[in-house]
């Protein structure tokens, strides 16, 4: 087996490889055996190792891109609105582990059968079809986390994620926004948009790191907050 390095403690449960000669990210699989999407699995006694495409995974490309933390720890509760068919909620679930839980959550019926699949296999994905934007469904459904992750491509994905995060996130918790330049505003530059995005953020919130992801995902960005305690 290649050689992997764990990335450290603000990256828990990832670790780095080599393809060749580029450096290749792998989450520790949760659950031995069970690829989600056709990606490479490393075994190693007893634990496997899954890798974890850049391209595909816009949490895995900040890390490729140099980002401080992303915020998630394991044993963490997640509330991860716009799952999709689960790619990057499946590494999420790696790095969280047994005690940790995710609340897989995509308004899609057509994604939600591939979420469905996947979470499956992982007692620890609670896949849930409903609309971001409808906290009071939510709040029903989900509890209180410790990390809320946001891929949902909207326009108005800025409200809504802080709108989530003033109701779900805890104290001290973190939070990641990926935003899509082209879904707020196609006549607007990528990197106007995001010091517009980061003013809005930082209006409400810390914002701890942010990074542009190309070459990875052309136009996207991700941002990572974290809230303070509430007085
Ligand atoms: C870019 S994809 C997410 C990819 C996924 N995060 C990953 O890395 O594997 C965006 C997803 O957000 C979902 N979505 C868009 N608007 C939403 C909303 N308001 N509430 C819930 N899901 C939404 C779409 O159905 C789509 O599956």
Same mark, same amino acid.
């Given at each position: 087996?290649?050689?992997?390095?764990?990335?450290?403690?603000?990256?828990?449960?990832?670790?780095?490889?080599?393809?060749?000669?580029?450096?290749?990210?792998?989450?520790?699989?949760?659950?031995?055996?069970?690829?989600?999407?056709?990606?490479?699995?490393?075994?190693?006694?007893?634990?496997?190792?899954?890798?974890?495409?850049?391209?595909?995974?816009?949490?895995?490309?900040?890390?490729? *891109?140099?980002?401080?933390q992303i915020g998630?720890? &394991? $044993?963490?509760? /997640? +509330?991860?609105?716009? %799952?999709? @068919?689960?790619?990057?909620?499946?590494?999420?679930a790696d790095i969280?582990?047994?005690?940790?839980?995710?609340?897989?959550?995509?308004?899609?019926?057509?994604?939600?059968?591939?979420?469905?699949?996947?979470?499956?296999?992982?007692?620890?994905?609670?896949?849930?079809?409903?609309?971001?934007?409808?906290?009071?469904?939510?709040?029903?459904?989900?509890?209180?986390?410790?990390?809320?992750?946001?891929?949902?491509?909207?326009?108005?994905?800025?409200?809504?994620?802080? *709108?989530?995060?003033?109701?779900?996130?805890?104290? &001290? $918790?973190?939070? /990641? +926004?990926?935003?899509? %330049?082209? @879904?707020?505003?196609?006549?607007?530059?990528?990197?106007?948009?995001?010091?517009?995005?980061?003013?809005?953020?930082?209006?409400?919130?810390?914002?701890v790191d942010h990074?542009?992801?190309?070459?990875?995902?052309?136009?996207?960005?991700?941002?990572?907050?974290?809230?303070?305690?509430?007085?």
């Amino acid at each position: 087996m290649p050689q992997l390095s764990p990335l450290g403690q603000k990256f828990p449960n990832i670790f780095l490889g080599r393809k060749g000669n580029r450096k290749a990210l792998y989450t520790k699989s949760l659950v031995p055996g069970e690829p989600v999407y056709g990606e490479e699995l490393l075994r190693d006694g007893k634990s496997e190792y899954r890798s974890w495409d850049p391209s595909r995974s816009k949490l895995a490309a900040a890390i490729m *891109k140099g980002i401080s933390q992303i915020g998630v720890r &394991e $044993g963490d509760y /997640v +509330l991860y609105l716009g %799952a999709a @068919s689960g790619t990057t909620v499946s590494h999420v679930a790696d790095i969280v582990g047994k005690r940790g839980l995710v609340f897989a959550v995509d308004m899609a019926y057509r994604t939600m059968r591939d979420l469905l699949f996947m979470a499956e296999k992982r007692p620890t994905v609670v896949p849930i079809l409903c609309d971001a934007n409808d906290t009071k469904e939510l709040a029903r459904r989900v509890c209180l986390a410790d990390f809320v992750y946001m891929d949902v491509a909207q326009k108005d994905q800025v409200r809504i994620f802080l *709108k989530n995060c003033d109701l779900f996130l805890k104290d &001290e $918790g973190f939070a /990641v +926004l990926c935003v899509k %330049a082209r @879904s707020i505003d196609v006549t607007k530059k990528p990197k106007q948009l995001y010091r517009t995005v980061l003013k809005e953020l930082e209006q409400r919130i810390t914002v701890v790191d942010h990074r542009e992801l190309d070459p990875f995902e052309k136009d996207h960005a991700l941002f990572v907050v974290k809230r303070s305690a509430r007085r």
